[in-house]
T-cell receptor
Framework: NAGVMQNPRHLVRRRGQEARLRCSPM?????VYWYRQLPEEGLKFMVY????????ESGMPKERFSAEFPKEGPSILRIQQVVRGDSAAYFC????????????FGSGTRLTVV | AQSVTQLDSQVPVFEEAPVELRCNYS??????LFWYVQYPNQGLQLLLK??????LVESINGFEAEFNKSQTSFHLRKPSVHISDTAEYFC??????????????FGKGTKLSVIP
């Protein structure tokens, strides 16, 4: 059983471009959380999704950021018009139930904005 | 609102010596507590967790943590560290957000360096 797969592992974008980060949860997992790790910071919650639904997006920046988890395919975190401050590691975690303690994290996507 | 404080950003320790990584949390309701480990350029791996029951929890590789409700602490300990324990350790707390989300709130991490 493969773990949580995130791609790409590294992504370089110029300011103003769009970044699309993909997360394929573990088989049988229908709940996905996204977190962001800024340099010298801990991880910060961004959004929690179930298949086709956004459950909690209280940690998402109000502009330029969006997330989806379609019925088929991976979860996508999309950042429009990237700025240097978006440079960070983005991690997703999946869970079979969404309940506490059931997370498995992916290896992350490291976004660099130049 | 919940928060997590890891008092030490870096902890150097000699191989085979004991280590304690400190973690304090604040939360207004019942909490669930976690320690995660992150090796360079990798994701987070769950080390151990406290959900309920015994306040002392152990991992398979010799780490243990004790939930102390009165001191609002969840310190991580190992009696004898190995070189392979060199990594960054994150303490986290979780509670239901009310929207059905069990999001984690993380501390800023402690970098453990084991010296040969």
């Amino acid at each position: 059983n493969a773990g949580v797969m995130q791609n790409p592992r590294h992504l370089v974008r110029r300011r103003g471009q769009e970044a699309r980060l993909r997360c394929s949860p573990m088989k049988g997992h229908s709940h996905v959380y996204w977190y962001r790790q800024l340099p010298e910071e801990g991880l910060k919650f961004m959004v929690y999704l179930q298949k086709e639904n956004i459950i909690d997006e209280s940690g998402m920046p109000k502009e330029r950021f969006s997330a989806e988890f379609p019925k088929e395919g991976p979860s996508i975190l999309r950042i429009q018009q990237v700025v240097r401050g978006d440079s960070a590691a983005y991690f997703c975690a999946s869970s079979p139930t969404g309940k506490v303690g059931g997370y498995t994290f992916g290896s992350g996507t490291r976004l660099t904005v130049v | 609102a919940q928060s997590v404080t890891q008092l030490d950003s870096q902890v150097p320790v000699f191989e085979e010596a004991p280590v304690e990584l400190r973690c304090n949390y604040s939360s207004s309701v019942s909490v669930y507590l976690f320690w995660y480990v992150q090796y360079p350029n990798q994701g987070l791996q769950l080390l151990l967790k406290y959900l309920s029951g015994s306040t002392l929890v152990e991992s398979i590789n010799g780490f243990e943590a004790e939930f102390n409700k009165s001191q609002t602490s969840f310190h991580l300990r190992k009696p004898s560290v190995h070189i392979s324990d060199t990594a960054e350790y994150f303490c986290a707390v979780s509670e239901e957000s009310g929207a059905g989300s069990y999001q984690l709130t993380f501390g800023k991490g402690t970098k453990l360096s084991v010296i040969p």
